[in-house]
């Protein structure tokens, strides 16, 4: 008979008090797994040292809007996918033991601040989240209160960063990019101003759509694909000029009586 998996032993008596607040494995290596706070109102959370994972949705429950502060321990390696829902008032601090971060988990928050000895994972002064050499574009959060944004020169990729940016009007791409994934800025409403740069290779799937304040477009001759539905419903879209006469531009832009420019 195939013997039965060893379950993971949920702790009675944690080493911190405050672990008490919390719903909680206790790790092969002794450290914490929280798996979602008890109270689900709280403006403030503080996750006591000796946690060293945060699980896939540990605050999805909670009522995210009120949420303005969770503090982080100095103990904490990873955090899971898509720990957070919407807390446009959190401003997250990662602490320099963090090696790994999950997709999703900061998209809806003001600002990410990471800690300067941290050797995974960097910040800017946008709170702007980035791998450690800046060549990678992980999040831009949601919340931001800034209204424009240039990438830094460096970075290679823009992953899926940040959908429904809140107050970004104008975005700059550097010449350094040559991918935008898919989903990467979707259904920022007031993204007016989008100035893409030769260099630029890759435009992922839907990585604009929903950006109705959207006027006009202008791909530069470098680029070499343009995923499906990358500008879909973006509904004041009346211009596209492309430089590369190999790109295809989807039927329903034409249809809607969008013009083309070469």
């Known amino acids: 008979a195939t013997p039965k998996a060893e379950e993971t ?12 607040e919390y719903e909680y494995e206790i790790l092969p290596d002794g450290t914490y797994a929280i798996i979602k706070p008890k109270d689900k109102y709280k403006t403030k959370y503080v996750i006591p040292e000796g946690a060293s994972v945060i699980r896939e949705h540990a605050f999805w429950d909670q009522n995210a809007m009120l949420v303005e502060e969770i503090v982080l321990p ?3 390696t990873s955090i899971e996918s898509q720990v957070l829902n919407d807390s446009p008032l959190l401003d997250v601090f990662i602490p320099a033991s963090v090696v790994s971060i999950g997709s999703g988990s900061f ?11 941290n050797a ?8 702007v989240l980035y ?10 959060p949601a919340s931001s209160e800034n209204t424009k944004f240039t990438v830094p020169s460096g970075v290679e990729i823009i992953h899926t960063v940040g959908q429904q940016c809140e107050n970004l009007i104008e975005l700059t791409i550097p010449s350094s990019v040559k991918t935008i994934e898919g989903g990467a800025f979707a259904y ?10 030769e260099g630029l290779e890759e435009i ?5 759509v929903g950006c109705v304040s959207l006027e006009k477009v202008e791909f530069p001759a470098s680029l070499e694909s343009l995923g499906k539905n990358c500008f879909a419903t973006c509904l004041s879209l009346n ?4 430089k590369n006469p190999e790109i295809e531009i989807e039927e329903e832009w034409l249809e809607r009586g969008v013009k083309k420019r070469w």
């Open 120 to 127: 995974n994972y960097s910040s800017d002064e946008y709170g």
């Open 131 to 140: 791998n450690k050499e800046k060549t990678e574009l992980l999040v831009y």
């Open 9 to 20: 032993p949920i702790s009675s008596t944690p080493v911190d008090p405050l672990m008490e």
């Open 74 to 76: 100095n103990s904490l």
């Open 239 to 242: 211009e596209i000029i492309v």
């Open 204 to 208: 992922g799937e839907s990585a604009f």
């Open 188 to 197: 920022s409403a007031k993204l007016k101003n989008i100035y893409f740069s």
């Open 107 to 117: 998209y809806y928050v003001k600002s990410i601040v990471v800690d300067e000895d």
